[in-house]
């Protein structure tokens, strides 16, 4: 299996504008979560999902920020519109429910809000 | 609440010496424990997992970690660390019921090694 794959690896965008990040968990793995990492925060887990269904979203920071997964085999993190604050590292990670509990992560979107 | 507490945010250490890093975790049930390192400009990777039975759990790259239930840590080790091993290193805790849940992240340890 490829692993967890994240686009863009990198996206720099004007603040204002609409910013879309892509996630395609593991084949078989039913939880997906998105996380944020900066400097001043660290890992934060911004949402997760299970079987396609968002169970906790209590870390998304802001109406600004949307994620849905339609189907097993992909995610998406929105933010509308983009701020510099939002400049940070965005990962995505999927589980087996049923399996071992350990994540697997993707490499990452580096967002850049100028 | 869950929570990962790492309390050194930067450590640095001679190649060839011993490492420890510390990890607490604050979790109602048994908790599933984890360490992960990063690279930098990379993914997390995971190092080694605990979920029950022998407190001791052997990783990949030579690290190690021990389980203390009474003390509430999942500290990592590694007897003899190399240049490679520098990177930013995570514990984290799985707070899973029912076949779903989340996992938890400290705020993470930067290791330095010294020539």
């Known amino acids: ?114 | 609440a869950q929570s990962v507490t790492q309390p050194d945010i930067h450590i640095t250490v001679s190649e060839g010496a011993s490492l420890e890093l510390r990890c607490n975790y604050s979790y109602g049930a048994t908790p599933y424990l984890f360490w992960y390192v990063q690279s930098p400009g990379q993914g997390l990777q995971l190092l080694l997992k605990y979920f029950s039975g022998d407190t001791l759990v052997q990783g990949i790259k030579g690290f190690e970690a021990e389980f203390k239930r009474s003390q509430s840590s999942f500290n990592l080790r590694k007897p003899s660390v190399h240049w490679s091993d520098a990177a930013e290193y995570f514990c984290a805790v799985g707070a899973y019921s029912s076949n779903t849940g989340k996992l938890i992240f400290g705020q993470g340890t930067t290791l330095q090694v010294k020539p």
């Open chain 1, 1 to 114: 299996d490829a692993g967890v794959i994240q686009s863009p690896r990198h996206e720099v965008t004007e603040m204002g504008q609409e910013v879309t990040l892509r996630c395609k968990p593991i084949s078989g793995h039913n939880s997906l979560f998105w996380y944020r990492q900066t400097m001043m925060r660290g890992l934060e887990l911004l949402i997760y999902f299970n079987n396609n269904v968002p169970i906790d979203d209590s870390g998304m920071p802001e109406d600004r920020f949307s994620a849905k997964m339609p189907n097993a085999s992909f995610s998406t993190l929105k933010i509308q519109p983009s701020e510099p604050r939002d400049s940070a590292v965005y990962f995505c990670a999927s589980r087996n429910s049923q399996g071992d509990p350990e994540a697997f992560f993707g490499q990452g979107t580096r967002l850049t809000v100028v």
